[in-house]
């Protein structure tokens, strides 16, 4: 069945070594260009265009949405019908996962995970109805359901950074720190600027009681997004326990002058002030 790849295009130039043969390969662009026209043009008057939904850019899970378009080439006459059933798959899995993604922003969790299963029934060799559905899965309860297609996806795409920063925070959760950190290390190789893998991977090293490991991690979320509330407030915390009172002073004040109302800093501040005056 017929789904996008995720390719690494060669910014190499072809060589060419004599002036008859780049004016044959000019006549081979030249016709396979027409070819691929006449082709995508055809697909684009068959194909009916999918919605595309706004997600939060702030959010720490972002949800893939159904954009795939089916590559159309020249086959043989015979292979026309199927080629024909697996784009109006695609087309219906595309559709059903933005209407479970409308469902899941509406808070309708139950009905989400209802049709991005019917989505990934119809393109199950798609990463990102796996990854949906996941998503879905863990919002409503379902950890073991979510963790399994988070796995399917990487299956299918092992450099899905969200499916491993995803999962890592799932393990996270049930304490499987080792694992957890597997994953948010297999995010930064493939991802070196995703802030939150980098307080993820900080905070589950906290929890294990490497706060030395930690700091630097918090640090670098904080470079990559200087706005990252939970990344700041982790790092003041890791501050704290190591008896660094001005960092975790600087860190605490840093947070309430942008939200004064939040408690945890309030609370971090107060803690901080305290030991000072110790």
Request: with cysteine.
């Amino acid at each position: 069945m017929n789904h996008r790849k995720k390719y690494r295009v060669s910014m190499r130039p072809p060589k060419t070594t004599a002036r008859k043969a780049r004016v044959s390969a000019w006549f081979v662009a030249i016709a396979i260009a027409g070819l691929v026209l006449l082709a995508a043009a055809s697909n684009l008057l068959k194909r009916r265009p999918v919605d595309r939904l706004q997600v939060k850019p702030d959010s720490n899970a972002p949800i893939a949405l159904g954009t795939k378009v089916t590559a159309v080439s020249p086959s043989a006459p015979d292979t026309v019908n199927t080629n024909d059933a697996d784009s109006v798959d695609v087309d219906k899995a595309a559709e059903l996962m933005n209407r479970g993604t409308e469902l899941l922003a509406q808070g309708k969790i139950d009905e989400a995970v209802a049709v991005y299963k019917a989505a990934a029934r119809l393109s199950p060799e798609d990463e990102d109805m796996h990854y949906n559905l996941a998503l879905a899965l863990a919002r409503q309860g379902q950890r073991e359901a979510a963790k399994a297609e988070y796995l399917e996806a990487l299956r299918i795409y092992p450099d899905y950074t969200e499916a491993h920063n995803n999962l890592g925070n799932l393990l996270v959760a049930e304490g499987k720190f080792d694992d957890a950190i597997e994953h948010f290390k297999e995010a930064l190789k493939i991802s070196s600027d995703n802030a939150s893998a980098h307080s993820n991977l900080g905070k589950a090293l906290a929890l294990q009681g490497k706060i030395t490991d930690a700091i630097p991690c918090f640090r670098e979320a904080l470079r990559l997004k200087p706005d990252y509330l939970e990344a700041r407030y982790n790092l003041g915390r890791a501050y704290l326990s190591q008896k660094q009172i001005d960092e975790a002073i600087s860190e605490f004040t840093a947070i309430l002058r942008r939200h004064p109302d939040f408690a945890p800093a309030q609370r971090g501040l107060i803690e901080a002030r305290q030991l000072q005056g110790k």
